[in-house]
């Protein structure tokens, strides 16, 4: 819908003031009685043509009015409302393509990959990282349907201090059921060790698994073996729950693989040989100052081990050599003050700055009557994602963590979710295929008429009120939020709208009854009740929820 607009006006400004490539805006107002669409060109043209944007609106409104759809100035912008027929023909198109007329072509091809959840396998994933799994899985989805060929990657951060205090948290819960004490490895874990009832598990596990060889092994070699044997576990646990959410990846990348494969030394010697590697006090330091950092950074340590930064900078030069066009990354919101760093090391590389992406995802509190859920009752700590999908679904988890844009902080009520009220906005939209499927299957028993199988686009011209007329733009316009949503890498907003028209057909369905005696009525109702259940099940699915028969 809103490509017509902006290749009419694209064309207009071209031809008539030799101006292309306006970054106008063209968004719907904010009262439906000014129309569908309003754009902010003339304010822009202005400024080129030294005129006021009124006098321009005037002008350009004029011209650009056509059969498809009526334009007008308004205060300097020009809005824009869709003729009956054109959305009635293109209602048409859509029940004859059906969910395939939601997206086009758009990335033909292009290589991307994202990069999310890669939450270190030394616990099980909370709620954050939840959050991160379904706005990448969306992008993915969305990304691909819209012609982009995409790769998911999980990146596992197996090497390095928090893997030897994992092995070590172990190790300690280990001599605890062996009966042992060690005072040097109790201040360590009391200091820095991982304190979660799942070490406990796993403790008791290593013991079942290794007997007592493993307290025949140097402690330092036991630490390793319980890392491994404790990471291997714990991936398990991530991907069991992952697969729980609906939610694969393609390849799962091991820091400790990148480390020993040689793309760090290749790095360092890219780096050292454009000068921006120097040595002091036995460290290698990358100038990242040069690239906007407030400091330099380590990449080698004085004892010759590499640091976190160094390997995710040999893992993104990984991922430029793999042929990826674009890579996009989620990561959590504390990670924000670390990116101009990672930026700085790859344009260094002479990576192209506009290569890497990165969508942040803010942490998710529980609420229940009213109250913040801090504590699991279960375990007396954090609550997991693994509980949250046991106790309310993956279809609620799933919607609400997509209800808000993902740098901002979501407040996700348990209580509200498990109701079956208007209120849960996951009942509300599924509710609202339900009741249509629940139609179809009425006129199916009564008449013997099957709303899936019946060339209902013959009927659209029969529908005559302004709220069916509503709907019908609603279910259009998906088009153009799902492209928006692809593109500007906002999956939120197609929650948004969902919302919207879930709200505009409950309100059609209380104020026309759909099975009436006149059968060409009931017949253009019914036309534009398939058109609403196509784009609700094309967008249920899209964003992995399910569109139910009944409820």
């Not at 070490?199 to 036991?222: M, P, S, T």
Request: glycine share 8%.
């Amino acid at each position: 819908m809103k490509d017509l607009i902006n290749q009419r006006l694209q064309e207009l400004l071209s031809k008539k003031y030799g101006i292309q490539g306006l970054d106008h805006t063209l968004e719907a107002p904010k009262e439906k009685s000014l129309g569908d669409l309003a754009t902010n060109a003339c304010f822009l043209l202005a400024k080129h043509l030294k005129r006021p944007p009124n006098a321009i609106a005037e002008e350009v409104a004029q011209e650009l009015r056509c059969n498809e759809f009526e334009s007008y100035p308004l205060r300097g912008f020009i809005n824009f409302r869709f003729s009956e027929s054109y959305v009635k023909d293109k209602f048409r198109e859509l029940l004859k393509t059906g969910q395939s007329y939601f997206f086009e072509n758009v990335g033909r091809g292009k290589k991307v990959q994202i990069e999310f959840v890669s939450a270190n396998p030394t616990g099980p994933l909370h709620l954050g990282h939840g959050r991160g799994a379904v706005v990448g899985d969306v992008l993915c989805r969305l990304l691909k349907a819209f012609g982009f060929h995409v790769q998911r990657e999980y990146y596992i951060n197996d090497a390095g201090n928090q893997a030897q205090l994992f092995g070590l948290s172990i190790l300690y819960r280990l001599y605890e059921l062996f009966g042992i004490e060690d005072e040097e490895l109790k201040k360590m874990f009391e200091e820095e060790g991982y304190k979660g009832y799942y070490i406990k598990e796993l403790a008791k596990d290593a013991k079942a698994f290794y007997g007592e060889q493993i307290l025949k092994k140097d402690k330092q070699e036991a630490i390793e073996l319980l890392s491994e044997y404790g990471i291997k576990r714990m991936l398990e646990d991530i991907k069991e729950t992952l697969n729980l959410m609906g939610v694969v990846f393609d390849s799962w990348i091991s820091e400790r693989e990148i480390l020993k494969s040689g793309l760090l030394q290749e790095v360092i010697r890219k780096l050292e040989d454009k000068g921006y590697l120097y040595q002091q006090d036995g460290a290698f330091w990358f100038k990242s100052s040069t690239f906007g950092d407030d400091k330099d950074r380590v990449l080698i340590r004085s004892d010759g081990t590499p640091t976190y930064f160094a390997g995710d900078i040999a893992y993104h030069y990984y991922k430029y050599k793999r042929g990826f066009e674009q890579v996009i990354n989620l990561w959590g919101a504390d990670h924000w003050g670390y990116l101009p760093r990672l930026k700085g090391a790859l344009k260094a590389l002479d990576i192209p700055e506009s290569w890497l992406k990165v969508e942040f995802v803010q942490m998710v509190r529980l609420f229940s009557q009213g109250k913040e859920i801090r504590m699991s009752k279960r375990t007396g700590e954090f609550v997991t994602l693994k509980e949250l999908l046991d106790d309310v679904g993956v279809d609620a988890v799933r919607f609400i963590f997509l209800t808000k844009r993902s740098d901002t902080p979501l407040d996700f009520d348990v209580d509200l979710v498990k109701s079956n009220t208007a209120e849960n906005p996951v009942f509300y939209v599924q509710y609202a295929h339900a009741r249509i499927r629940g139609v179809f299957r009425e006129v199916g028993n009564r008449f013997g008429i099957d709303p899936d199988n019946e060339k209902l686009e013959e009927w659209i011209s029969l529908l005559t009120d302004s709220q069916g007329m509503e709907l019908m733009k609603k279910a259009l316009f998906f088009r153009d939020t799902l492209k928006d949503a692809a593109l500007n890498l906002t999956p939120h907003i197609i929650v948004y709208d969902l919302l919207e028209i879930s709200k505009l057909f409950h309100n059609y369905y209380n104020h026309h009854r759909v099975i009436v005696e006149d059968r060409s009525v009931m017949m253009g109702r019914l036309a534009l009740l398939k058109g609403v259940e196509i784009t609700l099940k094309a967008i249920l699915n899209l964003i992995g929820v399910n569109a139910p028969e009944r409820m």
